[in-house]
């Protein structure tokens, strides 16, 4: 069965700072890949998937992930943090028609 | 409406009682799901459903109740429940399972008090 590990529970940064929220997986083959957003009150928003092809992927609000085979890794990165990216991410993969989530990793960003 | 709703956003309800949570898509999506968010806890898969056949119950107990009516709207049907089911109750939905995984979409949540 597939796992996500989200190793950083919590991250603090600075406005304009850049971010990297780590997230590695464990499953014999390429999964699909996810990275989802939620705020304090609110569902999950996705930010950015990654099925096939090329191996940094564009997502919404500036946000970029690459996919490394290597590594088991799909590490979601944004050059610029700004307060409104304060939230809970998570990281999930997809196998065979079931997903799973990791735990999450909670961004403070600080003025 | 857009996307995913759930109603209520928030209910408060004793462990005797007997209440439903809504939840409908407007996407045209044929899979749906109830998710269980607690506190420090992972998100916590409950039921699946793809077009309108249960096709997952993650060992959830009984006086949680699923219900599936058609393809937009799922129902989650609680009754006797403990002070330990407080939680964040998401709903999702995505297009059917069938061929593969596809990303879901989210509602913003039932916040369940049990007292």
């Known amino acids: 069965a597939q796992s996500v590990t989200q190793p950083d529970i919590h991250i603090t940064v600075s406005e304009g700072a850049s971010l990297e929220l780590r997230c590695n997986y464990s499953?014999?083959?390429?999964?699909?890949l996810f990275w989802y957003v939620q705020s304090p009150g609110q569902g999950l928003q996705l930010l950015l998937k990654?099925?096939?092809?090329?191996?940094l992927v564009q997502g919404i609000k500036g946000f970029e992930a690459e996919f490394k085979r290597s590594q088991s890794s799909f590490n979601l990165r944004k050059p610029s943090v700004h307060w409104s990216d304060a939230a809970e991410y998570f990281c999930?993969?997809?196998?065979?028609?079931?997903?799973?989530f990791g735990t999450g990793t909670k961004l403070q960003v600080i003025p | 409406e857009t996307g995913v709703t759930q109603t209520p956003r928030h209910l408060v309800m004793g462990m005797t009682n007997k209440k439903s949570l809504k939840c409908e898509q407007h996407?045209?999506?044929?899979?749906m799901y109830w998710y269980k968010q607690s506190a420090k806890k992972p998100l916590e898969l409950m039921f699946v459903?793809?077009?309108?056949?249960?096709?997952e119950n993650n060992s959830v107990p009984s006086r949680f109740s699923p219900e599936c009516p058609n393809s937009s709207h799922l129902f989650l049907h609680l009754h006797t429940l403990q002070p330990e089911d407080s939680a964040l109750y998401l709903c999702?939905?995505?297009?059917?399972?069938?061929?593969?995984?596809?990303?879901?979409?989210f509602g913003p949540g039932t916040r369940l008090t049990v007292t």
């Open positions: 999702a939905s995505s297009q059917d399972l069938i061929g593969g995984v596809y990303e879901q979409y």
């Open positions: 499953y014999g083959a390429t999964p699909y």
């Open positions: 990654y099925f096939s092809g090329d191996t």
């Open positions: 999930a993969v997809g196998v065979t028609q079931k997903v799973t």
């Open positions: 996407l045209g999506h044929n899979a």
């Open positions: 459903y793809s077009l309108e056949e249960r096709v």
